[in-house]
C-alpha cells in the first residue's frame, strides 16, 4: 500500500473532526497509528519494512522506545556536545552504498555542512548535513534503524 504525504495530511485533518482518539491502519508493508491527546492530532511514524514484512510479532510498533546503541557522555562532556537530528522519518544509514564506508566515525572530525548520513524517506534518500565544525564523539543509531522526526543521530563535540 502506497500512502504519500497529502494523503496522510487528509487523512489526520479527517479525524482532527471527529471524536475518534486513535486510528491504525496496517497492511503487509506499512502500520499507521494516529492518536489525538488533549484535542491536537499527532501522527506515529508509519512502519515501513522493506523490501520484506516483518511478521507482526517482530514488528516494532510507534510505542516502542528506540533506545540509543552507546552509553550517554559523562555530564561533564554533556553540557559541550551538539546533536545532530533526524530532519524526518525514516530509515538511518551511515554510508552512502552497502559496499561504501560511512560518511563518518566516532573521533572523526566534521565541518559544517558536510554530509554525515542518509534518511530513507519514501524511497528517497535524503542526505544529512551538520550545522557544526567538530568531532564526532558519538553515534547514536545503528545502519539500517528506523528513526522519528528529531532524534538524535549523533552527538559532536564542537571545535
Known amino acids: 500500500m502506497q500512502l504519500d504525504f497529502n494523503q496522510l495530511r ?3 485533518a479527517a479525524l482532527e473532526g ?3 482518539s486513535e486510528f491504525t491502519l496496517k497492511n503487509d508493508d506499512l502500520e499507521l497509528t494516529i492518536r489525538k491527546e488533549s ?4 501522527a506515529a511514524a508509519p512502519m515501513m519494512t522493506l523490501p ?3 511478521p507482526a510479532a517482530e514488528s516494532p510498533t510507534a510505542d516502542t522506545p528506540v533506545t540509543p546503541s552507546s552509553p550517554t557522555p559523562p555530564p561533564s562532556a554533556a ?3 551538539v546533536e545532530i537530528v533526524s530532519p524526518m522519518v525514516g530509515t538511518f544509514y ?6 561504501e564506508p560511512p560518511f563518518v566515525d566516532v573521533g572523526d572530525r566534521i565541518s559544517s ?3 554525515v548520513c542518509i534518511i530513507e524517506a519514501m524511497k528517497l534518500m535524503n542526505e544529512v548535513e551538520s550545522e557544526v565544525t567538530g568531532e564526532v564523539i558519538e553515534i547514536l543509531v545503528e545502519n539500517g534503524e528506523p528513526v522519528e522526526y528529531n532524534q538524535p543521530l549523533m552527538r559532536v563535540l564542537p571545535a
Do not use: H, Y
Not at 484535542?39 to 499527532?42: A, E, H, L, R, Y
Not at 551511515?94 to 559496499?99: G, I, K, L, S, V
Open 79 to 81: 553540557a559541550k556536545w
Open 52 to 54: 520484506q514484512p516483518v
Open 113 to 115: 555542512q558536510q554530509t
Open 18 to 20: 471527529t471524536d475518534i
Open 39 to 42: 484535542g491536537v492530532v499527532s
Open 94 to 99: 551511515r554510508a552512502p552504498a552497502p559496499d
Open 10 to 12: 487528509e487523512l489526520i
